[in-house]
């Protein structure tokens, strides 16, 4: 007993996170666009190993190249539980589960990290308060078991903040060098603000810094680009040419912009929901958290100057800013029996609760937002043809490929892929598929099977709950009219 209570004093928290991430990962397998690079290169490595020619990149590159050391470590360390479930011959979507999973053990532990140097510089409590608001909120438990480079370089800012609050504040910049030159470039908004907090207090010498940021970009230069290099078959520093074409020719507004003060005014509410207000509190309560703040906030505001914006690409803010709204929450519960603060008590209560119940919806959104996963998953459930010997032929046009499917959702034989690209509508039924998924609902010389709702918006209406979201159908799947086994069969419909 006396055993239990240690593992979970120790423990416990990262049980809880882990838990509430681990029940994400398996109520949403499935991975968009965004992911899609790192999901396809664990794929390959796991599955293709050493057989370069064959992996996914070489044939669907993507706009800017990305590395593959993320996807190299965490494959290697899924590598047995993937084995394991070869050996069971279990469906290649259980490896997906794994190196999800792996992938979120790794962000939590450097998450765990922080914490623990916010225990040891601001108290139990505040540790406790900070616990229960990553709790409450849905996008970083949620992330973190996605394998976006933004999630990676996560990994190691969280490192940072832990070195930073140690007063190891080289080994911070190192950390954040590292993630700038291996995953994401635009963490040079965030050691920028910090390399200068820390030279304007004296927290470092000007000539060390330098020196030793260099010594650690060298060689983060040279690993990525001695790895990159052989995969992609090419010399090649990724980030370098992501930052070109990100930031040099902005090319990234083609995919959408936002006015300047989205971040402050939509992806952070959404985000730190009940802990955004405690937030803004908290520096002003306490004058140690301004230290911190200023950097992280700083790196928001900078970012604010790029068109394109993503909740994702200022996931490395999160953790600061819940940690002043949990010294604004361990403030609040001390004071709780004073008159005035008695409020500010039960209005935070209040706040708790909204936010579990933003996050509970949110998470009910994001379960109906990958269609063409759950359609895959069907069609292998019901299209299987008698004659095993015949190969299933399926075509995925680009919206499936993007909104749900990788390869770790694909089944062995009689089943083959095809994703095709640029292939008019109009001659599919010239071509031998046995099923399409497609977004269009018709297509001649196909018979449409079923097709899959998906997330389309949220409705406002008298009741309760009071919101409820609203579906559609998003991806049809398609059965060849020529064959008879398939059109005969009885299907779901459309």
């Excluded at 999901?39 to 993507?62: N, S, T, W």
């Excluded at 030279?199 to 650690?216: D, E, N, P």
């Excluded at 043809?385 to 032929?393: A, F, G, P, Q, Y």
Aim: charged residues 15%.
């Amino acid at each position: 007993m006396a055993l239990n209570s240690k593992f979970m004093q120790l423990y416990g928290y990262d049980l809880l996170l882990g838990s509430i991430a681990a029940f994400y990962v398996f109520m949403a397998p499935y991975t968009k666009v965004e992911e899609s690079f790192n999901v396809q290169a664990m794929h390959d490595i796991l599955y293709h190993r050493h057989r370069i020619e064959k992996y996914d990149h070489l044939e669907f590159p993507g706009v800017v190249p990305r590395t593959f050391i993320g996807a190299l470590l965490v494959s290697i360390l899924a590598s047995p539980f993937v084995l394991a479930a070869s050996l069971l011959q279990l469906p290649k979507i259980y490896s997906l589960y794994a190196v999800r999973l792996v992938l979120g053990c790794v962000i939590l532990s450097t998450l765990r990290f922080f914490r623990i140097q916010i225990r040891k510089n601001f108290g139990s409590q505040v540790e406790v308060f900070f616990v229960i608001l990553t709790t409450l909120q849905f996008h970083m438990l949620f992330y973190c078991t996605r394998p976006l480079p933004n999630i990676l370089a996560f990994g190691l800012v969280n490192l940072a903040y832990g070195y930073w609050f140690r007063g190891s504040f080289y080994a911070a910049l190192n950390y954040l060098i590292f993630a700038t030159i291996v995953f994401r470039c635009d963490i040079l908004l965030l050691v920028s603000p910090l390399g200068l907090e820390l030279l304007l207090s004296r927290s470092i010498s000007l000539r060390k810094a330098v020196v030793s940021c260099l010594i650690t970009a060298l060689f983060c230069i040279g690993l990525t680009m001695l790895v990159d290099s052989v995969i992609w078959r090419k010399l090649l520093w990724p980030e370098l040419e992501v930052f070109w074409f990100n930031s040099v020719l902005n090319r990234s507004s083609e995919w959408g912009t936002h006015s300047f003060h989205w971040y402050f005014t939509s992806a952070l509410p959404r985000s730190l929901l009940a802990a955004y207000p405690l937030f803004v509190l908290g520096v002003l309560l306490d004058r140690r958290i301004r230290f911190y703040v200023i950097p992280v906030f700083s790196f928001v505001l900078l970012y604010s100057k790029l068109p394109h914006k993503e909740l994702r690409f200022i996931v490395s803010s999160l953790p600061i800013f819940n940690l002043s709204a949990a010294i604004t929450a361990s403030r609040i519960y001390n004071n709780r029996k004073k008159s005035f603060w008695k409020y500010l008590y039960v209005a935070m209560l209040g706040l708790f609760l909204i936010s579990l119940g933003c996050t509970v919806l949110t998470f009910m959104a994001s379960y109906e937002n990958y269609p063409s996963g759950h359609a895959l998953k069907a069609l292998h459930k019901m299209g299987r043809l008698t004659n095993h010997s015949k190969e299933v032929w399926v075509h995925i046009d680009t919206f499936s490929a993007m909104n749900g499917i990788s390869r770790f959702c694909e089944n062995n034989g009689p089943w083959r892929y095809s994703k095709e690209e640029g292939i008019p509508l109009q001659e599919f039924q010239g071509r031998n598929f046995t099923y399409l998924l497609s977004e269009h609902a018709v297509i001649h010389g196909y018979k449409c099977l079923f097709s899959i709702k998906g997330f389309s918006g949220a409705r406002l209406h008298v009741g309760f709950p009071p919101i409820s979201l609203v579906k559609k159908a998003k991806v049809y799947v398609h059965g060849n009219a020529k064959n008879e086994e398939v059109v005969h069969r009885t299907w779901p419909g459309c």
